[in-house]
């Protein structure tokens, strides 16, 4: 079985409430706020990468802070998986960016991607965090369509387990 590790970075508690509802359908997961914790990561064969979108497509603080330590890890050879959250409608142009800031600034170590999904049943303008017609990662909007949150986690964390 792999170990897995969830990181996340929070400023209002959302991000961090959906690292612990992604956690309880994951058997052994460990589950932290990426701030002070980056030396972590080394110790996962999975890892599981949350964060917000602030603002107009920028990182949440806590990972701005770990990003520049993220290159210096060693990650050749995990598997990684995101989730994000944001807003869909009210910035419908940077619609869960902070995913795809962190997998630019990993993809090219060595890193499996895990956990893509379809971008149907959203409305949003454009996201960064769109490749080849998939999210990088799960997409949750608490703001606009919280009542598919559960759904959403369950159905992706099912895939995961098969890919895992």
């Known amino acids: 079985m792999s170990k897995i590790g969830i990181f996340y970075g929070s400023t209002t508690g959302v991000t961090e409430d959906i690292a612990n509802r ?15 914790n980056e030396d972590k990561l080394g110790d996962y064969d999975v890892l599981i990468l949350g964060t917000s979108t602030w603002g107009f497509g920028d990182l949440q603080d806590d990972w701005q802070t770990a990003l520049d330590s993220l290159s210096s890890l060693d990650l050749n050879g995990k598997k990684v998986a995101y989730f ?81």
Not at 22 to 36: F, H, Q, R, T, W
Not at 86 to 112: K, L, R, Y
Not at 117 to 128: A, M, P
Not at 153 to 161: F, G, N, S
């Open 84 to 164: 994000g959250t944001g807003d869909q409608v009210t910035f419908a142009d940077t619609f869960i960016d902070g995913i795809a800031i962190i997998h630019e600034e990993i993809q090219n170590s060595g890193v499996t991607l895990v956990g893509e999904t379809d971008i149907d049943g959203y409305d949003f303008g454009e996201s960064r965090a769109v490749k080849n017609s998939k999210f990088l990662g799960l997409a949750i909007d608490e703001v606009n369509q919280s009542d598919l949150t559960d759904e959403r986690i369950e159905a992706w964390t099912t895939e995961l387990k098969k890919v895992l």
């Open 22 to 36: 992604i956690a309880e359908k994951l058997d052994g997961v460990e589950v932290y706020n990426i701030s002070g």
